[in-house]
């Protein structure tokens, strides 16, 4: 008798992932309470997770940073759901580096080979809410420097879940 494995769940669009992080953002009651801040580095929370897709709480202190990252082969979505933040991000020759600003309420969702730093340059916490399918399993590194990104360094999911 053999044993059959049942098929990957197909990812879930940038578009659904929006809707996913929107939702969560608007029943703060549910994740609220949880919510800790931490001095020394970005304190997170795995909210949920399935098998094509999970869900992440972040908070963020005045200068906390992601530092430039992908997600690996995970699309993704986050919402500012309290504060502000800073989103840098490699617009092409052309654009060069592009920097948006994150009002509460903002809303990104990017494919899987998506790259950003996002940051909090603003005087008082964040708060984020993120959802990636598939649920992440690596993520990589890297350092701006004058001929554009560098990896530098690369993370396994059981590092930071």
């Known amino acids: 008798m053999s044993t059959a494995t049942a098929p990957t769940p197909a990812p879930l669009s940038p578009a ?6 929107q939702t969560a953002a608007d029943r703060p009651g549910d994740w609220l309470p949880r919510v800790r801040l931490s001095a020394e580095e970005r304190w997170y ?3 949920s997770l399935t098998e ?6 972040i908070s963020w202190l005045p200068g906390q940073s992601t530092g430039f990252h992908d997600h690996g082969d995970s699309r993704g979505a986050f919402t500012v759901a309290l504060g502000e933040l800073e989103e840098l991000s490699l617009g092409g020759p052309e654009q060069g ?3 948006r600003r994150l009002a509460p309420g903002a809303v990104r969702s990017f494919g899987p080979d ?3 730093d996002v940051r ?6 964040a708060v984020t809410i993120h959802a ?3 649920p992440l399993s690596e993520m990589a590194r890297y350092e701006l420097r004058a001929g554009g990104l560098i990896q530098t360094a690369s993370e396994r999911a059981e590092q930071w879940s």
Do not use: K
């Not at 909090?120 to 916490?125: I, M, R």
């Open 114 to 116: 998506y790259l950003h």
């Open 132 to 134: 990636y399918s598939p």
């Open 120 to 125: 909090n340059t603003t005087t008082g916490p």
């Open 16 to 21: 659904a992932l929006r809707e996913i992080v």
């Open 52 to 57: 094509d897709h999970e869900v992440w709480l």
């Open 45 to 47: 929370e795995r909210l």
């Open 97 to 99: 580096l592009l920097v």
